[in-house]
């Protein structure tokens, strides 16, 4: 299904109460501002700082990180392999500038400023990522390209303060400048018609793949980060750079419209999201509401926060390892592939960073509950992965003064894609037995077919430690959909009017309770002729179904069909 952006008025950013634009040659700009440094400093202070600091000191030399790291890979050019094999603790990335930058900016030892430099000499030498499909020259294809330029920019805007004139302009230029000696050299091995293309930032900003392909989010949240880190300098053509501005704004809408939907479902699927959202796009939202003014998380569309608060709904984490299911789309494989892969780390410590503070103790929570015990004999706050950026991201944006806070008392428990008709239900955020309850109606079109997302054909639930499809879900836009607004009931009426309700008040006497009037398993009985069957995923003792007359009671609950539709409601009053 091609997405459309709607006729709808409402911004897509808000701006940042009190902002000050950045005065020319003002660094830091892009994660954090001069006036948050003295409070940056003091968490560096705290236990928890130090142990991120700890972690990105060792993933920058293997040791402490008093030290330029002398494990690199070399290639001529960019490569399809992935990086496999380059394991080294301490081996070079392209976000090794960033956590070089950062400890300077936390110290003010120029050391480490002149071992960021040492990284940007190494990038115009052509040294690649540990995953050599990354690189500041000759990367795999535009995809690569924008996120390679992208955190180079951050390093670049972390140490720029610790170099002198010609340092800061010749770094500068390469970024402003990005893409002159950068004809691409790999084609995408996966993607036959993936043509050889230009990596530059005009092409980067407006993205040589359309939105709804996983290229376009690396493309522009990279060309967003090099465009604010450059902008004002002395040396610029700020013509131009505004000019490449103002396209990069329009792209990052494009991404959360006709990419993601407003319940951040990726046309290509999950894995394919992950992608689009998490190595450059996110971290090119919080530049954009650091350097710029403008909050794309603030606005009252959900597209963009719905990128980063999917993972929480949908996840559920036994024995510290994150369970998603299922996984729909491409690239299964990247999803929570946080010890390796760049693609799938940084769900909190990257998705933190543009959020709002009552999504962020809600994440906050949630990592506390799920995921900080297993985590902290490697990675505390999400530092898993061997990339330096991201336990930059993490010790940034961690929010150690914030009070966590239960998802159930800032999120819904529902929530819709209408882009795509995803349909989500979780009933709380507890323990390993919660129950996460998903469908989608639509086949979504991604840009090449084979990546595409396709209908469920049930009700998919993860549930008690169990994988379970439940019904029968028919292919199609939706008649009818409508929740309570804690989202704790809802009622969808399918294509083919076939009944759904889903009940997570608790008045049925289960914690979970399924009803529909198609074909299921569970027990059924009839109303006005028609069957509802009624499954109870969570408990082994089902409480008694009755009927009254033309309703269904259940414990305290009770269900009308209303104008075709399933309508609950609690002691006579519809919730």
């Known amino acids: 299904m091609e997405r459309r952006m709607k006729m709808d008025d409402r911004p897509w950013w808000v701006r940042v ?63 399809m392999d992935g990086g496999s094999g380059a394991d080294a603790p301490g081996i070079y990335t392209i976000g090794h500038a960033a956590g070089y930058g950062l400890l300077y900016q936390l110290t003010g030892d120029r050391k480490y400023a002149e071992f960021g430099r040492q990284c940007f000499d190494k990038a115009l030498e052509g040294v690649p990522d540990r995953d050599v499909r990354y690189s500041f020259r000759k990367p795999g294809g535009p995809l690569r390209a924008g996120p390679s330029v ?15 004139e010609a340092a800061r302009e010749k770094y500068g ?84 419209t006709l990419g993601f939907g407003d319940g951040g479902f990726f046309a290509e699927g999950d894995g394919t999201g992950s992608m689009s959202s998490q190595i450059a796009f ?31 709904y949908q996840t559920i984490v036994r024995g510290g390892k994150p369970d998603f299911w299922p996984v729909r789309g491409a690239y299964a494989g990247n999803v929570w592939a946080r010890e390796g892969s760049v693609s799938g780390a940084g769900y909190f410590a990257i998705g933190m960073g543009p959020m709002g503070d009552a999504d962020r103790s809600a994440m906050k929570w949630y990592y506390g509950r799920f995921l900080r015990e297993a985590d902290a004999r490697l990675g505390p706050c999400d530092t898993v992965s061997p990339y330096p950026h ?45 129950t996460v309850i998903s469908a ?27 994988h379970v499809s439940w019904g029968t879900v028919k292919e199609g836009a939706p008649r009818h959909w409508s929740c309570s607004p804690r989202g704790t009931t809802s009622s969808l009426t399918l294509s083919d009017g076939t009944c759904i309700a889903v009940d997570f008040s608790g008045a049925s006497g289960a914690d979970v309770m399924l009803v529909t009037t198609g074909k299921a398993d ?34 305290k609950q009770r269900l009308t069909i209303e104008d075709g539709n ?10």
């Open 150 to 164: 992208g955190w180079y920019a951050v390093g670049y805007d972390l140490c720029y303060d610790g170099w002198d």
């Open 522 to 555: 569970g027990q059924t009985v009839n109303v006005d002729g028609k069957p509802l069957t009624f499954y109870f995923p969570t408990t082994e003792q089902p409480p008694a179904v009755k009927v009254e007359g033309n309703a269904v009671v259940v414990g």
């Open 440 to 466: 989608l109606l639509t086949r979504t079109r991604g840009y090449v077919k084979s990546m595409d997302a396709t209908p469920d054909g049930a009700l998919q639930l993860n549930t008690m430690g169990e």
């Open 17 to 79: 109460k009190g902002f000050k634009a950045p005065n020319p040659g003002e660094h830091p700009r892009l994660l954090f501002r001069r006036s948050d440094l003295a409070a940056l400093r003091k968490k560096a202070g705290t236990p928890q700082g130090k142990a991120i600091l700890k972690r990105l000191r060792f993933l920058l030399d293997g040791k402490d990180g008093r030290t330029m790291t002398t494990a690199f890979r070399s290639a001529s050019h960019a490569s």
């Open 390 to 434: 991201v336990a930059v991201c993490a010790f940034v944006n961690w929010p150690a003064d914030l009070e966590a806070r239960n998802p159930a008392e800032v999120l819904p428990h529902c929530y819709r894609d209408s882009s795509v008709h995803f349909y989500l239900w979780r009933n709380r955020w507890q323990d390993n037995n919660d």
């Open 282 to 312: 996110l971290s090119g939202l919080q530049a954009w509401k650091t350097a710029a003014g403008k909050d794309f998380m603030g606005s009252s569309r959900p597209n963009a926060r719905m990128t980063v608060l999917k993972w929480i």
């Open 566 to 575: 399933l309508v609950p409601a609690v002691t006579g009053r519809q919730v």
């Open 173 to 256: 230029r390469a970024i402003a400048e990005y893409g002159k000696e950068n004809a691409s050299a790999v084609k995408e091995p996966l993607i036959p018609h993936h043509r050889m293309t230009r990596s530059d930032l005009e092409a980067l900003a407006r993205g040589t793949m359309p939105p709804f392909s996983n290229h376009f989010g690396m493309q522009v949240g990279g060309a967003s980060l090099a465009l604010l880190a450059v902008t004002g300098e002395k040396w610029v053509d700020q013509e131009r750079v505004d000019s490449l501005l103002a396209v990069a704004e329009q792209s990052m809408i494009a991404n959360v």
